[in-house]
């Protein structure tokens, strides 16, 4: 009886481990850049749409935040590494902070 009895498996999800947000150092110089650049746009939100709360940056493109806050190399640096191809250097990543 015992070799027509059903074995059950286990068949759950299994969940992988998240990283934390501060393991800075082990992205990818593509992830540096999108980071930095969203710290920066959060930290100067004020600047940017005044007291309107914090999602309404999702609204303003890239260039539309960069030009409000003068930062021409930021944006450049950023739509390199958000929309092209191209291999972002460490060099990219100075460049951006």
């Known amino acids: 009886q015992a070799e027509n009895e059903d074995i059950r498996e286990y068949c759950g999800v299994e969940k992988k481990k998240q990283r934390k947000a501060g ?17 920066k746009m959060i930290k100067r939100k004020k600047e940017l749409i005044g007291e ?9 493109t890239a260039k539309e935040c960069c030009d409000k806050l003068s930062e021409q190399q930021l ?3 950023y739509e390199k590494a958000r929309y092209s191809e191209e291999i972002i250097s460490p060099e990219d990543v100075r460049l951006a902070k």
């Open 52 to 60: 309107q709360e914090q999602q309404m940056l999702k609204y303003l």
């Open 75 to 77: 944006k450049l640096v």
């Open 23 to 39: 393991s800075f150092m082990f992205q990818n110089n593509r992830d540096k850049i999108r980071r930095l650049y969203q710290k």
